[in-house]
């Protein structure tokens, strides 16, 4: 198999691939009139909405294949690590599980492990895996996931590494169902890739370059989901705030969610993530006036200090990210605001991290996600010089968290005794004669009330806060 090529998708390639999903289906098919057991795959995610979604077009690919989903490793005939690479942890993880499962390999032969996702389109981790990992059976990349039965069957005619990783990436794919794992709720993408390149950020060199799907395309889908009784979408895409710049027909993100807050059988519309730098007024006023876009704003700030957001290459300052909160707030009575922060980005001094503290209490966040900077080899963070000591890294993580939690408390606190609505997603993971759901911001709650309201969106008194959730009983 040919490796790191470029090339564009036609609907030929999708109608090519059904194809060979035939070829795998009949071949496990008549693998079960032998045996009267089930092929069995599982799909290991790790990263963002991104890959989970990706996950969930294989595992409609799979379906169609006749696999059963496995419930564990010493279950799976097939196995797919979808990988992420945003920070070392999350490859370090990677490397472990595809080393614990040589010997598993050696002892059930025809065993398939296939490698995609962000981690592929790194050339030295795809030679990484040839040298140190041999038992792995296909690695593909993030722009020719649709590719993935076509790679599989040449796996099982062939007795080598199949490895098809494309460096850029091709036109818009329509045409990939996904299996949703839950029907309730679904992910959409709007878009693909980053143009943006923050300097720490590997994701622009795994995704590729911005492109937009067509509005019409997005409504069908959502439109489809809507009459088969999903309630709730969440529109992704690294930076949706610059929807529709790659599209002919001018449409922008304000323009779509007005769209799609005419479809039917839709309750609530959430997106993911916004960038400040491109966040309009439009969009505000879009959120405030769409009775199904929820009233939550996730915007990740990454640090409170003007000069290391110019490092960062972020393109705002902390002023302009406090405006665009204070505008949200006066807009959007109750409007819930969640943030992603990076702690220890290189040359970070003490006064640029007391300046994300400051922020931090002035946003008065609702939910944040913490990450200590990790250097990403390729990005041009990783080459300067100034890197922040790991123990520094850690301190400066443990005080910002000993911030947050309490001011994220403190919000919670506010809604004791109000009426929230909640969707109900099922029943609680906690304590299982409760239910849970989520309520518009976002907040997770734990309720009493009957199993009939599952799927429902239902009036709840919250009656307790917590940091991470909060009680609450169905009226
Ligand atoms: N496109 C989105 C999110 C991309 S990755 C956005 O721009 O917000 C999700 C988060 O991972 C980022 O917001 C950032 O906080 C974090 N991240 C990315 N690269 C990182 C790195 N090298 N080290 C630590 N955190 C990182
Ligand atoms: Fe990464 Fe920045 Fe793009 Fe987000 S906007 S994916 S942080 S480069
Ligand atoms: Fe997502 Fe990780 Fe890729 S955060 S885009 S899966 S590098």
């Given at each position: 198999m040919s490796e790191r090529k470029e090339a564009k998708v036609s609907l030929e390639d999708i109608a090519l691939q059904n194809e060979y999903i035939e070829i795998m289906k009949a071949e496990n098919e008549e693998d079960y009139e032998k045996t009267h057991k089930k092929k069995k795959a599982l799909i290991v995610t790790y990263g963002c909405q991104m890959n989970e979604h990706d996950s969930e077009k294989l595992m409609a690919m799979l379906d169609n294949m006749s696999y059963?989903?496995?419930?564990?490793?010493?279950?799976?005939?097939?196995?797919?690590?979808?990988?992420?690479?945003?920070?070392?942890?999350?490859e370090l993880k990677v490397y472990g599980n595809l080393g614990q499962l040589k010997p598993k390999k050696a002892k059930k032969k025809d065993m398939i492990i296939a490698v995609c996702?962000?981690?592929?389109?790194?050339?030295?981790?795809?030679?990484?895996?040839?040298?140190?990992?041999?038992?792995?059976?296909?690695?593909?990349?993030?722009?020719?996931?649709?590719?993935?039965?076509?790679?599989?069957?040449?796996?099982?005619q062939k007795q080598t590494m199949v490895v098809d990783v494309w460096e850029s990436e091709g036109e818009v794919v329509e045409g990939l169902k996904a299996a949703r794992r839950f029907s309730l709720k679904g992910f959409v993408n709007i878009m693909y890739g980053c143009n943006n390149f923050?300097?720490?950020?590997?994701?622009?060199?795994?995704?590729?370059?911005?492109?937009s799907r067509k509005p019409e395309d997005i409504v069908n889908e959502v439109r489809e989901l809507g009459q088969e009784g999903t309630k709730e979408i969440t529109l992704l895409g690294q930076n949706v705030n610059s929807y529709g710049k790659t599209l002919e027909e001018k449409v922008d993100f304000a323009q779509l969610l007005r769209m799609l807050n005419e479809v039917e059988g839709i309750e609530r519309i959430r997106f993911m993530t916004s960038h400040p730098k491109d966040?309009?007024?439009?969009?505000?006023?879009a959120m405030r006036d769409c009775d199904k876009v929820c009233n939550h704003m996730h915007l990740p700030v990454q640090s409170g200090s003007s000069r290391v957001l110019k490092k960062m290459n972020r393109h705002y300052t902390r002023e302009d990210y406090l405006k665009i909160v204070h505008d949200l707030k006066r807009?959007?009575?109750?409007?819930?605001i969640s943030t992603d922060i990076i702690v220890g980005f290189p040359g970070e001094t003490e006064e640029d991290f007391n300046d994300t503290l400051s922020l931090v209490e002035e946003v008065g966040y609702d939910s944040s996600f913490?990450?200590?900077?990790?250097?990403?080899?390729g990005t041009p963070a990783a080459k300067y010089e100034d890197q922040v000591p790991e123990d520094v890294k850690h301190e400066r993580f443990n005080r910002l968290l000993n911030v947050l939690n309490p001011i994220i408390n403190d919000n919670n606190k506010k809604l004791e005794g109000k009426t929230l609505k909640?969707?109900?997603?099922?029943l609680s993971k906690t304590d299982k004669t409760k239910l849970m759901g989520r309520t518009e911001t976002s907040k997770l709650v734990n309720?009493?009330?009957?199993?009939?309201?599952?799927?429902?969106?239902?009036?709840v008194k919250i009656t307790k806060a917590k940091t991470f959730s909060l009680e609450g009983e169905a009226l």
């Amino acid at each position: 198999m040919s490796e790191r090529k470029e090339a564009k998708v036609s609907l030929e390639d999708i109608a090519l691939q059904n194809e060979y999903i035939e070829i795998m289906k009949a071949e496990n098919e008549e693998d079960y009139e032998k045996t009267h057991k089930k092929k069995k795959a599982l799909i290991v995610t790790y990263g963002c909405q991104m890959n989970e979604h990706d996950s969930e077009k294989l595992m409609a690919m799979l379906d169609n294949m006749s696999y059963e989903q496995a419930d564990n490793i010493d279950d799976a005939d097939l196995i797919i690590y979808n990988t992420c690479c945003v920070r070392e942890n999350a490859e370090l993880k990677v490397y472990g599980n595809l080393g614990q499962l040589k010997p598993k390999k050696a002892k059930k032969k025809d065993m398939i492990i296939a490698v995609c996702g962000c981690m592929m389109q790194q050339p030295h981790v795809v030679n990484e895996i040839k040298k140190k990992y041999r038992h792995v059976d296909i690695i593909f990349g993030t722009h020719n996931l649709h590719k993935f039965p076509q790679l599989l069957v040449a796996c099982r005619q062939k007795q080598t590494m199949v490895v098809d990783v494309w460096e850029s990436e091709g036109e818009v794919v329509e045409g990939l169902k996904a299996a949703r794992r839950f029907s309730l709720k679904g992910f959409v993408n709007i878009m693909y890739g980053c143009n943006n390149f923050c300097t720490y950020c590997i994701v622009p060199y795994t995704r590729g370059r911005e492109r937009s799907r067509k509005p019409e395309d997005i409504v069908n889908e959502v439109r489809e989901l809507g009459q088969e009784g999903t309630k709730e979408i969440t529109l992704l895409g690294q930076n949706v705030n610059s929807y529709g710049k790659t599209l002919e027909e001018k449409v922008d993100f304000a323009q779509l969610l007005r769209m799609l807050n005419e479809v039917e059988g839709i309750e609530r519309i959430r997106f993911m993530t916004s960038h400040p730098k491109d966040l309009s007024y439009d969009l505000i006023e879009a959120m405030r006036d769409c009775d199904k876009v929820c009233n939550h704003m996730h915007l990740p700030v990454q640090s409170g200090s003007s000069r290391v957001l110019k490092k960062m290459n972020r393109h705002y300052t902390r002023e302009d990210y406090l405006k665009i909160v204070h505008d949200l707030k006066r807009e959007i009575p109750g409007v819930a605001i969640s943030t992603d922060i990076i702690v220890g980005f290189p040359g970070e001094t003490e006064e640029d991290f007391n300046d994300t503290l400051s922020l931090v209490e002035e946003v008065g966040y609702d939910s944040s996600f913490t990450f200590l900077y990790s250097i990403r080899e390729g990005t041009p963070a990783a080459k300067y010089e100034d890197q922040v000591p790991e123990d520094v890294k850690h301190e400066r993580f443990n005080r910002l968290l000993n911030v947050l939690n309490p001011i994220i408390n403190d919000n919670n606190k506010k809604l004791e005794g109000k009426t929230l609505k909640v969707l109900v997603e099922g029943l609680s993971k906690t304590d299982k004669t409760k239910l849970m759901g989520r309520t518009e911001t976002s907040k997770l709650v734990n309720f009493s009330g009957d199993k009939e309201l599952i799927g429902q969106v239902v009036d709840v008194k919250i009656t307790k806060a917590k940091t991470f959730s909060l009680e609450g009983e169905a009226l």
